[in-house]
């Protein structure tokens, strides 16, 4: 591995950016391979909908290695605890060869979750717990957890449900002293890919009819004859949400079409405010023109490390 400072590089930015093309021709030219930090794409058989382009880690005529794609069943629930350990264990592999790992993706928070090293654990249901904290007022469901840890959170108190959540997580820790909640802490070079609004929603719009084209319908129509229940397709959002309302005749053609494009760019939305929080958090983003030529984006990424 080259010496750097870095241990870490994430390419980063909203959907339609062109971000993927950017990781697998940077790992080519460190010899390095890709985690996907993206939260669908680690289903199985969901592949037009989640956008998974397995054929652009080909790259000059060789595989270029990739990490958290396919690694699930469709119609699971897949979440960001099992993705922070499933991330750590792709990572190690990696770094173990003496190459530099390259998280690539637009989901936030999984990025949050690895980068940040948030604590996460698999806190399991306390039902004794919740029955005596529902009897509890919204008041008293607040002392109890300022008094189990510093509340900076303050989406703890949005809900009763959220808040009795972070009661018996805390409760959970407390009683159980023995558990780590280290995680590793790494050195990252964010690079951020982003294009304007208008070319952004161009892509968006032509990204999607390609799609359609491509088997998006037969894709959806397929999970669900294979037996995934149409409202745990939905529950994935975007794509596999507004395909299945077509598909089981509850939206026409061209309901589907434009409440999905609409939903596509509010999410492409979303994940831009995303990245602009994690910058206001200290998270420094070097954002780079998604219009430049590929080799000069990776000259750029390569002069930064």
Same mark, same amino acid.
């Given at each position: ?76 629930k897949y979440n960001v605890y099992e993705y922070q350990k499933d991330f750590l264990q792709a990572y190690n ?18 990025? =949050? ?7 996460? /654990?698999?806190?399991? $249901?306390?039902? %004794?717990? #919740?029955? &005596? ?48 909640? =280290? ?7 964010? /690079?951020?890919?982003? $294009?304007?609004? %208008?070319? #952004?929603? &161009? ?11 491509e088997g998006m319908i037969e894709e959806v129509e397929n999970l669900l004859k294979s037996g995934i229940a ?39 939305? #979303? ?35």
């Amino acid at each position: 591995m080259d010496k750097t400072k870095y241990n870490l590089i994430t390419i980063l930015g909203a959907t339609a950016t062109g971000k993927t093309t950017v990781a697998v021709a940077l790992a080519d030219r460190l010899n390095s391979e890709i985690i996907s930090a993206d939260s669908r794409q680690v289903y199985r058989r969901m592949d037009i909908g989640t956008g998974k382009d397995i054929d652009e880690y080909q790259f000059n005529e060789k595989q270029i290695p990739y990490h958290l794609i396919d690694i699930v069943d469709a119609g699971t629930k897949y979440n960001v605890y099992e993705y922070q350990k499933d991330f750590l264990q792709a990572y190690n592999k990696i770094f173990a060869k003496d190459k530099l790992p390259v998280l690539c993706g637009g989901t936030g928070m999984y990025i =949050d979750a690895v980068t940040k090293g948030y604590k996460l /654990i698999n806190v399991p $249901v306390n039902e %004794n717990l #919740r029955e &005596k904290l529902e009897l509890k007022t919204n008041e008293e469901l607040e002392q109890i957890l300022k008094s189990l840890k510093n509340t900076h959170n303050k989406s703890d108190f949005d809900t009763r449900k959220r808040a009795i959540r972070a009661i018996e997580i805390e409760d959970y820790y407390k009683n159980n002293p023995d558990i780590s909640l =280290d995680y590793p802490k790494f050195n990252t070079l964010f /690079i951020g890919i982003d $294009v304007d609004r %208008n070319t #952004r929603r &161009k892509r968006i719009t032509n990204r999607l009819k390609a799609r359609l084209e491509e088997g998006m319908i037969e894709e959806v129509e397929n999970l669900l004859k294979s037996g995934i229940a149409a409202e745990d397709l939905i529950y994935y959002g975007l794509e596999y949400k507004f395909l299945t309302m077509y598909v089981t005749g509850e939206i026409n053609r061209n309901d589907m079409f434009q409440k999905l494009e609409s939903a596509i760019h509010q999410f492409a939305k #979303r994940q831009m405010t995303w990245f602009r929080g994690m910058e206001r958090k200290g998270a420094i983003i070097n954002w780079i023109d998604g219009r430049m030529p590929t080799d000069e984006k990776i000259d750029k990424i390569i002069s930064l490390l």
